[in-house]
T-cell receptor
Framework: DARVTQTPRHKVTEMGQEVTMRCQPILGHNTVFWYRQTMMQGLELLAYFRNRAPLDDSGMPKDRFSAEMPDATLATLKIQPSEPRDSAVYFC?????????????FGEGSRLTVL | AQKITQTQPGMFVQEKEAVTLDCTYD???????LFWYKQPSSGEMIFLIY??????QNATEGRYSLNFQKARKSANLVISASQLGDSAMYFC????????????????FGKGTKLSVIP
């Protein structure tokens, strides 16, 4: 059963620390998205990649957030330094090549708490 | 302007009854797709149903159907015969540029509706 895998599932850290979240997209999917979910803002797109190339990261605070895809099986989202306002659930989603309806498959999320 | 509007923050429905969750959207792109996702308390996002802007018929998937009214720009989700397991957050989402290839491939989400099914 193919699925998007995210680690860690839960992370509690202190303000100022570096946080790295990892995502393994479904094999064969060529688009990867990072979304952040909070009560106030709902689901916000942070960044997305197609064929490992970053296409849009306009939703991401550039001074502290960075997103990369070192290879087709791994996407990372890094926050350095972390702040309490970064506390949220971070979802990774992947999608098959263009030609499909555009459905995205989501991971189970990484719940981040910054104290 | 909001691209996806879900006006019902929360709804209650009696078990076995049908319920409609509202969604309106805003786009000038003629080719787009509309999606509904379910998020139970466990947190994962589960795809439910999809409707393309050029589809002639309303989409159906088991107990889920999408009431697509293109002129009104609405894409309401109808759940028939509600079950206790349907209690969850429901998100409407849109992808623009679906058939032109010019779209960004991203999904834009509404704020969600929390559905509670009462025994």
């Amino acid at each position: 059963d193919a699925r998007v895998t995210q680690t860690p599932r839960h992370k509690v850290t202190e303000m100022g620390q570096e946080v790295t979240m990892r995502c393994q997209p479904i094999l064969g999917h060529n688009t990867v998205f990072w979304y952040r979910q909070t009560m106030m803002q709902g689901l916000e797109l942070l960044a997305y990649f197609r064929n490992r190339a970053p296409l849009d990261d306009s939703g991401m605070p550039k001074d502290r957030f960075s997103a990369e895809m070192p290879d087709a099986t791994l996407a990372t989202l890094k926050i350095q330094p972390s702040e309490p306002r970064d506390s949220a659930v971070y979802f990774c989603a992947s999608g098959p090549p263009w030609g499909n309806t555009g459905e995205l498959f989501f991971g189970e999320g990484s719940r981040l708490t910054v104290l | 302007a909001q691209k996806i509007t879900q006006t019902q923050p929360g709804m209650f429905v009696q078990e076995k009854e049908a319920v409609t969750l509202d969604c309106t959207y805003d786009t000038s792109d003629p080719s787009y797709g509309l999606f509904w996702y379910k998020q139970p308390s466990s947190g994962e996002m589960i795809f439910l149903i999809y409707q393309g802007s050029y589809d002639q018929q309303n989409a159906t998937e088991g107990r889920y159907s999408l009431n697509f009214q293109k002129a009104r720009k609405s894409a309401n989700l109808v759940i028939s015969a509600s079950q206790l397991g349907d209690s969850a957050m429901y998100f409407c989402a849109m992808r623009e540029g679906l058939y032109s290839g010019a779209g960004s491939y991203q999904l834009t989400f509404g704020k969600g509706t929390k559905l509670s099914v009462i025994p």
